[in-house]
């Protein structure tokens, strides 16, 4: 399976700054996915990255608030922006290898 | 919209018995079937999958079964172990893109 690294692994952020998070891959892909988990919460997906083109928001997900960047097929990155409180969460990227998602470790971002 | 519904929300079984997770899904496009297992802190990590074209399938102590008719698939632990406590998570989808189910918190009593 792909391996992904993931960083940071965690940050604690002043409300109404940004934070960029950076996803690796070992392997050409060609869509990574960006996916946020509240606490004790189910995954939920942000947006889908290809390379080359725009990312693909989900319902309630927007651009302005979380812009990704797509570079190349190994890379990505998700901005969480502008944040709140309400953005404290788990950040995971993901690619999807042969099917079922490789996930990486995740961002645990705390916003006071 | 796409819907996965899992129950139950937790389970506390005597180690050595079984447990069973059900989740059932709404759209019917739905072909692929995967079970991730999360423990506290970690990222998910798949542990069993099945397609549409499959009724069962096993892997030593975990088997999913999936009717496709209803909707619904399970998740079955057998010989439960300490070390199987954790969040289990469905998903159904389909090219590339799933939906979650709420997640299961398991715990085995030693």
Redesign the interface.
């Known amino acids: 399976s792909a391996v992904i690294s993931q960083k940071p692994s965690r940050d604690i952020c002043q409300r109404g700054t940004s934070l960029t998070i950076q996803c690796q891959v070992d392997s050409q892909v060609t ?1 990574m ?1 960006w996916y946020r988990q509240q606490p004790g ?5 942000i947006a ?1 990255a290809n390379q080359g083109s725009e990312a693909t928001y989900e ?1 309630g997900f927007v651009i302005d608030k979380f812009p990704i960047s797509r570079p190349n097929l190994t890379f990505s990155t998700l901005t969480v922006s502008n944040m709140s409180p309400e953005d404290s969460s788990i950040y ?1 990227c993901s690619v ?1 290898w042969n ?8 961002t645990r971002l705390t916003v006071v | 919209g796409e819907n996965v519904e899992q129950h139950p929300s937790t389970l506390s079984v005597q180690e050595g018995d079984s447990a069973v997770i059900k989740c059932t899904y709404s759209d019917s496009a739905s072909n692929y079937f995967p079970w991730y297992k999360q423990e506290l802190g970690k990222r998910p990590q798949l542990i069993i999958d099945i397609r549409s074209n499959v009724g069962e399938k096993k892997d030593q102590r975990i088997a999913v079964t999936l009717n496709k008719t209803a909707k619904h698939f399970s998740l079955h632990i057998t010989e439960t172990q300490p070390e199987d406590s954790a969040v289990y998570f469905c998903a159904a989808g389909s090219t590339y893109k799933y939906i979650f189910g709420t997640g299961t918190r398991l715990k085995v009593l030693a």
Do not use: I, K, N, P
């Open positions: 869509m996915f919460q189910s995954l939920t997906l889908t319902s995971l999807d099917y079922g998602y490789t996930f990486g470790s995740g």
